[in-house]
């Protein structure tokens, strides 16, 4: 139920209409604390219209207003202060919870409109670097999201798989390069010969004109170069998806730039046709001057296309095959300005989905302070840091509780979880500075600590005994569990903003509200005490652990029963 909606209505009663329904809501507000209420309007908002104090306007709401459905309604101040009615409030809360369970919160907004997320995209013969981790879980989680507000999220992997570094990558092989190496330890090899080629290109610029002819050839199907680049390409996805299956991440298609190598002459017949093409020193370009933008580099003077000609061919592609309600790419903020030419130039050829093409950017992921690079060889591997934190994980798992039977299983799902948590928690425009040992804590604002919490409620279950509830009396009115309750009731609206803002943090944020309270409640309550209310409160432990991990299983994380 929508507690919010219950107060607006009855302070638009209160006050002859004066303010409609959905201007008092948009007025409510919380309380810093429970003691002073669960909801106030403030009734500021009245007085230009009622000519009167503030004070005295709440004063004259609290005498008119019918107080049958809250506990109390006070006056403090300018403000008009509703306290629920905390058995019926508790009573209908835990049991939608219950009912729903991993549902609960689900909606339908989307009417299963297909949603286009461009996301993770790393470089074919590159390692999956801790650069890659930020596009590869915000799309992740996002895609989950959107699950649950009624899309039908496509996760496209567009891999770099075609461009100038094949013709620097197969010079090197060819120079440095040993067959045996690479079919032992691939990505490795690969990266060290890249490396080489970018030490030894700058006192030796024959290099770059060697590259450039080889990726020449591979453009004209030439054989040896075409069979070096198929297989780089097959090793590395292999490697790649050794690291998504440890994440828990799946895509729908893994279609890289060389898959729209054939489509890019259809979008210069396109902008041609439209009159949208005009030359600047020898380059092709689409003037953008009415969006306020530099104009859109399509071709360069010798013919060869860009990025920007390549990505609106994926766009059309994406726009005939999936009619998207909206074509998301999650990709670091510092290609904004980009993203904002290549949706001006689909509105200009008239693309349907070009009006709902979203940029999702993200900040930098540093390590100590300093940007990763595979060019310069400052390259930290995405596997390795979650190997280290899994190793963590087990030994705090063998402090804390040596005899857990699944110590392997649990030991993975809180390193890999500490990483992916670690990340969302964050607002995804931030930057961040990585420090492996401040994600694993089991207290704070970490992964490990929700995980925790929603392993605790599991473990309070199983000492009760209690696994099925079907009773319809869930009546809680005491003070200890009043704010987890009201946090549970809020998961809905949080799993609507979050998709509203595209932004995972919103529910990794909650989650661990949620997780604070709950050890609170804990703390101050004897759960197990054999009372009239002892089904209710195992009842309310049951809906926080459903709700828990719902919200860490929309961030991609697990919630182990037991660490």
Same mark, same amino acid.
């Given at each position: ?64 207003? *019918? ?135 700058? *006192?030796?610029? /024959? ?26 390409? /097959? ?21 890289? *730039? ?92 008239? @693309? ?31 596997? *390795? ?22 110590? &392997?299983?649990?030991?993975?799902? @809180?390193?890999?979880?500490?990483? @992916? ?23 704070? &604002? ?118």
């Amino acid at each position: 139920m929508d507690y919010k909606k219950q107060v607006s209505q009855a302070v638009n009663k209160a006050i002859d209409n004066e303010l409609s329904v959905d201007d008092i809501y948009s007025k409510i507000e919380r309380p810093k604390t429970s003691e002073m209420g669960d909801l106030a309007f403030p009734a500021f908002a009245l007085a230009k219209v009622l000519r009167k104090a503030p004070q005295q306007i709440a004063l004259d709401i609290v005498d008119k207003i *019918e107080k049958d459905s809250f506990e109390k309604v006070v006056a403090v101040g300018p403000y008009v202060n509703f306290f629920l009615d905390k058995s019926a409030f508790s009573n209908n809360v835990i049991k939608n919870v219950l009912n729903d369970g991993s549902n609960y919160g689900a909606n339908d907004d989307g009417k299963n409109g297909n949603v286009t997320i461009d996301m993770s995209s790393p470089n074919i013969a590159k390692p999956i670097s801790m650069g890659h981790l930020r596009s590869t879980v915000i799309g992740n989680s996002i895609a989950n999201i959107l699950t649950k507000n009624g899309y039908h999220p496509v996760k496209d992997n567009h891999l770099g798989d075609w461009g100038t570094q094949f013709g620097k990558l197969i010079t090197a092989y060819l120079k440095w390069g040993n067959e045996e190496d690479v079919k032992k330890d691939p990505i490795n090899y690969l990266v060290k010969y890249y490396v080489k080629f970018h030490k030894l290109d700058k *006192e030796n610029p /024959e290099l770059d004109d060697i590259a450039r002819d080889w990726f020449k050839k591979l453009e004209n199907g030439n054989e040896e170069a075409i069979k070096l680049w198929k297989w780089f390409r /097959e090793v590395s996805i292999e490697a790649f998806d050794k690291i998504y299956d440890k994440l828990g991440v799946k895509f729908d298609t893994y279609n890289g *730039e060389a898959f729209y190598n054939d489509k890019m002459q259809e979008v210069i017949d396109i902008l041609n046709g439209k009159g949208l093409l005009s030359k600047s020193q020898g380059a092709t370009i689409v003037d953008l001057s009415k969006y306020d933008l530099n104009p859109a580099l399509i071709l360069k003077s010798d013919g060869a296309s860009l990025y920007i000609t390549r990505d609106i061919a994926t766009a059309l592609y994406r726009d005939r095959t999936y009619k998207p309600a909206m074509n998301l790419y999650v990709v670091g903020s510092e290609q904004t300005y980009y993203f904002k030419q290549l949706k001006a130039v689909l509105k200009e050829m008239g @693309v349907p989905s070009a009006e709902h093409l979203y940029h999702v950017p993200f900040g930098l992921i540093t390590v100590n302070g300093k940007k990763l690079s595979t060019r310069s060889g400052r390259i930290i591997l995405l596997d *390795e840091v979650l190997n280290d934190s899994i190793e963590i994980a087990k030994k705090q798992i063998e402090e804390k509780n040596p005899s857990l039977p699944n110590k &392997e299983e649990v030991a993975n799902e @809180v390193g890999v979880g500490a990483i @992916v948590f670690g990340d969302l928690k964050n607002e995804k425009i931030n930057n961040i500075d990585f420090v492996l040992e401040d994600q694993l804590r089991f207290e704070g &604002e970490t992964g490990p600590y929700v995980q925790y919490s929603h392993a605790r409620a599991e473990s309070i279950l199983r000492k009760a005994g209690k696994t099925e509830f079907n009773d319809n009396d869930y009546k809680l009115n005491d003070t200890e569990s009043w704010d987890t309750i009201k946090l549970l009731n809020d998961f809905p609206n949080i799993i609507k903003m979050a998709c509203k803002e595209l932004e995972p943090s919103v529910v990794a944020k909650y989650s661990l509200r949620l997780a604070k309270a709950f050890n609170k409640y804990y703390a101050h309550s004897k759960i197990l005490a054999d009372d009239s209310e002892l089904n209710a409160r195992l009842a309310l432990v049951k809906s926080v652990s459903i709700v828990l991990k719902e919200s860490l299983r929309l961030l991609g994380v697990k919630a182990p029963d037991a660490m």
